[in-house]
């Protein structure tokens, strides 16, 4: 038994491999954006948990008088990370759109001509199965009418296909009640 590989088409084996190939680097693209991501939002976390602890940390144990402006001073580098962390994931995106852009401009040439020979291999091999269809039922029917002339000839040299008298002529025989 044949196993599929050796059933399919060069030109689909070909069309196969380049679908192949795209998808796998458009996936790699798209796992290093999201392992980017991930980084970023890890280490996002991670300070604002630990900014987060410290500035409870001295709501609750630093008696108020004792408190200094710097409230207010962890406020606005917390508006910083955040900030930072907004452009990092704006890069991200962009790093990302880069990248997929590169993935396709790679590939694109490489499927179409993929695409096209798989094409004009389906359309060759459709035409090529009309055409013996027609052969085919074209041979059909000349032998159907080469059967009915040797027939007819066969027929006409036995006389068997002699011609019905009519009713007319049948008034002596048949049944008369």
Known sequence: MNSFVETISPAAKNH???????????????????RKLSEVNLQFSRDWLQDSTEALRTALLTPQAERSPAGTQSTEQATHKLQAWHQQLGQIASEYQTSINQVVQQHAPQAARAATELAEAVTHKAVAQVEQQLRQGKAAGKEIIDQAHHFASVAAQ????????????????GNKN
């Open 158 to 173: 036995n006389g068997s296909m002699a011609q019905p008298a009519s009713m007319q002529s049948a008034e002596d025989q």
């Open 16 to 34: 196969a491999l380049a679908r192949i190939d795209y998808f796998s680097d458009l996936t790699l693209a798209t796992l290093q954006s999201v």
